[in-house]
């Protein structure tokens, strides 16, 4: 399922996928296949781009129904 909360706070913020990558210490592409739903983050890895969007897990992680 594609992740369009985290593109939508990622382009709110002004950042692109790069950005977002160095930010949190992962690869563009890793960013990129998360949006895609390619590919599925550690918690860890949830809590820091959290972190780096000012969004909780909830916002841009929890699927609705």
């Known amino acids: 399922?594609?992740?369009?909360?985290?593109?939508?706070?990622?382009?709110?913020?002004?950042?692109s996928?790069?950005?977002l990558a160095a930010a949190v210490g992962?690869?563009?592409q890793t960013i990129?296949?998360?949006?895609?739903?390619d590919y599925?983050?550690?918690i860890r890895l949830c809590?820091?781009?959290c972190k780096a969007l000012d969004k909780t897990l909830d916002e841009l992680f929890w699927?609705?129904?």
């Open 26 to 28: 992962v690869s563009r």
């Open 40 to 42: 599925n983050p550690t």
């Open 47 to 49: 809590i820091e781009i």
């Open 32 to 37: 990129n296949a998360i949006e895609k739903g």
């Open 1 to 15: 399922m594609k992740n369009l909360k985290l593109k939508s706070a990622r382009a709110a913020k002004d950042l």
């Open 63 to 65: 699927e609705d129904g």
């Open 17 to 19: 996928q790069q950005a």
